[in-house]
C-alpha cells in the first residue's frame, strides 16, 4: 500500500543532542509537511518543501532544519534540542499545494528529551 | 493570518447519543477539510468541502459548509466507541492547513 513512513517511531535524545527524524513517501507526492503537535494540541506546521523548493514558517526556530534528498524522503534534523522540543513530529504530504488536496499524514514521531 | 476556532474543546457522550462540533473561521474559506486523529495515531482525512451549504454524508457522519463560507459543523448520530478520538477541521490558508484546536470525544458505554 502506498503509505507515509516515520522512522523511528519514538526518539530518546539528550538535552542539546543532535537529533534526526525520517520520513518517506511512497504516494510520489510534490509535498512534504513537517509538523509538530504537542499534547492536546493541534498540529503546527514547521515547514513544507514543494518538491525542492523549501519553506519555512515564519515563527519556526532556527533549531529545525529539513532535508529533502530525492521525492520519496524528507528529513527534520533538531540541531540543539531543548525540553520544550519534545513532542509528537508528524511528517504529511499533499499531491499539491494550491489545489484542494488532503494531506496524508505518517504515523509521527514521539520525541523525548531528557 | 487566517484563524480557524473549533467548539467546544472536549466532547462527553454517551454511546448512542448524537452530538455536533463547530468550526469557525475568521475569513471566507476556500474549502474546509476534516480529519480524526485516533488516541495515540495520526490525523486522517475525512472530508472535504468547498461549495457553500455544501452537505456531505459518511455513514453516521453529517459535514455541512456554511452558506458563507465560514463555518462548518460535523454531527455524529447514534454515537458508537469507534467514534472516540479527536476531530480536528482545517481551513486552508494559501498553501498550508490552518488548524482548529479540535474537539476531543470520549464515550460513555
Known amino acids: 500500500d502506498a503509505m507515509v513512513i516515520q522512522n523511528p517511531r519514538y526518539q530518546v535524545t539528550q538535552f542539546g543532542k543532535p537529533v534526526t527524524l525520517s520520513c518517506s513517501q511512497t504516494?510520489?507526492?510534490?509535498?512534504m509537511y513537517w509538523y509538530q503537535q504537542k499534547s492536546s494540541q493541534a498540529p503546527k506546521l514547521l515547514f513544507h518543501y514543494y518538491d525542492k523548493d523549501f519553506n519555512n514558517e515564519a515563527d519556526t526556530p532556527d533549531n529545525f532544519q529539513s532535508r529533502r534528498p530525492n521525492t520519496s524522503f524528507c528529513f527534520l534534523d533538531i540541531r540543539s534540542p531543548g525540553l520544550g522540543d519534545a513532542a509528537m513530529y508528524l511528517c504529511a504530504t499533499s499531491r499539491d499545494r494550491v489545489t484542494l488536496y488532503e494531506q496524508y499524514f505518517g504515523p509521527g514521531t514521539r520525541l523525548t528529551v531528557t | 493570518g487566517q484563524q480557524v476556532m473549533q467548539i467546544p474543546q472536549y466532547q462527553h457522550v454517551q454511546e448512542g447519543e448524537d452530538f455536533t462540533t463547530y468550526c469557525n473561521s475568521s475569513t471566507t474559506l476556500s474549502n474546509i477539510q476534516w480529519y480524526k486523529q485516533r488516541p495515540g495515531g495520526h490525523p486522517v482525512f475525512l472530508i472535504q468541502l468547498v461549495k457553500s451549504g455544501e452537505v456531505k454524508k459518511q455513514k453516521r457522519l453529517t459535514f455541512q459548509f456554511g452558506e458563507a463560507k465560514k463555518n462548518s459543523s460535523l454531527h455524529i448520530t447514534a454515537t458508537q466507541t469507534t467514534d472516540v478520538g479527536t476531530y480536528f477541521c482545517a481551513g486552508r490558508d494559501d498553501y498550508k492547513l490552518s488548524f482548529g484546536a479540535g474537539t476531543t470525544v470520549t464515550v460513555r458505554a
Open positions: 504516494l510520489n507526492h510534490n509535498v
